[in-house]
């Protein structure tokens, strides 16, 4: 059982500040995780998860060892887990101090004494208990309609795809896919060829579910669990057409002296391939289905091919020599090749009369290319950063920005006036769409101490925050320093900018000489070319009713958490005001609590090594640290 003890009693002493509340477990604590939506603290110590609830300063619920292991292992279910001492195979797993929340879902997975748990977030019921199956978790999906787990798992010889019913607690169907064996030989020729790992996923249809494992794709039907087709090759990755049937693949076509990737589409009714001939190129980096019709881009051009029968839409290719991205304008392209950019329209016809050059090197990262306000195109890399009329595709200035390509450079977007913020090599610049003068540095900022660290920008009414492991600084939009913080490293130079609740704006698209297949993006667009919106953020209110008669939630729970899940989510979006800063204190690392609108520093906390277990509530802006067997809880100030 955990004990609370005041912040003000004298068995704890801090030499900034006494925490507000101190809850004490009877193991140290391996990890802790919040739950954004119901605010709930998932502590995770080694025989036992529960979940504090900061309101009440109770424990709404604990699942240990011993409730998960007092179901009798069968004799199959022991095998398995002795089987998965293999090394190479436990490699699969996370590590067992890890806290997964599982997404769209109202539940989390731990590992406890080497078993997989599905815990019920807001009254602790186990939905699933692997001590109850022979086999563990590899991946794991909620299926909000049907009330229902997904699963990729292994018994330690097989890999399976299970349907896990949460209304009764049964599987309803296990199907069997590929061995273990198979798997490791499958790496080790991923390795030899020097090619992506495979993807595995899942997709679900009313009828069917589709799922890549080994890499080998598999059609199983959704009512029994029986394969109704599986791929004789392997692929990398594959997606579902918005029309549901057909399936985009991609899978290695070269060797390892020579490695290529290969496009196709399959027949989702019986896998047979729709097109004669694959599209064969060095790597594709995007993807566009317009349901009747796939834009495909790849190292050397972009086209349309029709689904029906794989024949170019386009009479000539979007040339260009090694494609990375292709970025959609209204109904045009704009589309990078090597170093440079150009522009065509819906038909494939080139709108400018020459490529616009963007960087020094391919390997440049792109932060920002897209068209703004007053019919520009701006590009920001690490090299260079200009404005081009769209119409025309003549520069703005003729000589552009040039930025330091070894500091980091950030940048934030201001709505009102449409202009952007950059910050590089200790300068800000402002990249206004309305100016026809060439931008200079509002700001030289000569007083930041760590350039290199500076890794966070946010945009306030009055300016801008820049966040690193020094400093902390404000600058106003007028290009005077507001406040600037400075902050020592905590010892070892290993400490890395920890946390901000605010979004970093700043980011890049990964423009490099060889697209990876995470890297790659896939769009669903409707027969006009609009954008079809897929996937939402968090879970809604049938996912959370379901997750109640699954877990059998209490009165208590619903009223106390459920209730208050809409107001949190919605206060989320909003809150961004504080920073929190690692850095050197009278008596060891501290973790500096400041607030961005003027540099006060409103807390400090002492921790006790340089890569501290903690959380904070960015609705309520607590702060929940760990040490050793505590967890001590700091209130705002």
Known sequence: MMVLTSGLLPSIIFAQRNADLTVTYQQNIENIALDPESGLIIVKEKDKVSAYNPETNKTEWEVTKDEIGKVALIASAQNAMDALDNGDLLKLFE????????????????????????????????????????????????????????????DGKMFNCVWYDLNDGKEKWITKLSTIESLFSSVKSALLLKNNATEDKVEVTEDAVFTSINGNLYKINRTDGSIEWK???????????????????????????????????????????????DISTKYISYLEDWSDKILVAHS????????????????????????????????DYLYIT???????????????????????????????????????????????????????????????????????????????????????????????PNASDKPEPIAKLKEIKEDKSISGIELFDWGICLTGQSDVMG??????????????????????????????????????????????????????????????????????????????????????????????????????????????????PVLVKVKKSDGTEVDKIDIDNNKPIYEVDPVTDDVFYVYKNEMRIFSKK
């Open 475 to 588: 600058v106003n939009l007028d290009g005077t320093v507001r406040y600037h913080n400075t902050y020592k490293e905590p010892g070892g130079g290993s400490r890395k900018f920890l946390k901000t609740t605010g979004k970093i704006a700043a980011f890049g698209l990964g423009a490099t000489s060889a697209i990876s297949q995470s890297e790659l993006v896939f769009y669903t667009r409707d027969k006009n070319g609009n954008l079809v919106e897929t996937g939402r953020v968090g879970f809604d209110k049938k996912t959370r009713n379901q997750g109640q008669a699954a877990g059998g939630a209490s009165e208590l729970i619903t009223g106390t958490l459920l209730s208050r899940v809409s107001d949190r989510f919605n206060a989320l979006k909003q809150n961004g005001e504080y920073a929190f800063v690692l850095a050197k204190g009278d008596n060891g």
């Open 300 to 331: 050397r051009g972009f086209n349309f091919f029709s689904y029906a029968d794989g024949k170019k839409i386009w009479k000539k290719d979007a040339k260009g020599d090694n494609i990375k991205r292709v970025i959609p304008i209204d109904k």
């Open 95 to 154: 590590s067992s101090d890890a806290i997964e929340l599982i997404p769209e879902s109202p539940f989390v997975r731990v590992i406890l004494a080497d078993k997989d748990a599905i815990i019920n977030i807001f009254d602790g019921k186990i939905v699933f208990n692997s001590a109850k199956t022979h086999y563990r978790i590899i991946q794991n999906q909620y299926l909000q309609d049907e009330n229902a787990l997904l699963l990729i798992a292994t």
């Open 231 to 277: 791929t004789d090759y392997k692929i990398n990755k594959f997606y579902l057409s918005q029309s549901l049937k057909s399936l985009i693949i991609i899978k290695n076509s070269g060797n390892f002296l020579s490695y290529k990737q290969a496009l196709n589409i399959l027949n989702a009714s019986d896998g047979s391939m729709v097109w004669k001939n």
């Open 338 to 432: 090597g170093k440079e950019m150009n522009l065509i329209d819906n038909e494939g016809i080139n709108k400018w009369k020459k490529t616009i050059e963007i960087s020094d090197n391919e390997e440049d990262i792109i932060h920002f290319l897209d068209k703004v306000e007053n019919g520009r195109v701006f590009y920001l890399t690490s090299t260079y950063g200009n404005m081009v009329d769209y119409i025309t595709g003549k520069k703005i200035w003729k000589k552009n920005i040039e930025f330091e390509k070894d500091k980091p450079l950030l940048y934030v977007y201001e709505d009102k006036s449409g202009v952007f913020l950059v910050y590089n090599n200790k300068k800000i610049y402002k990249f206004d």
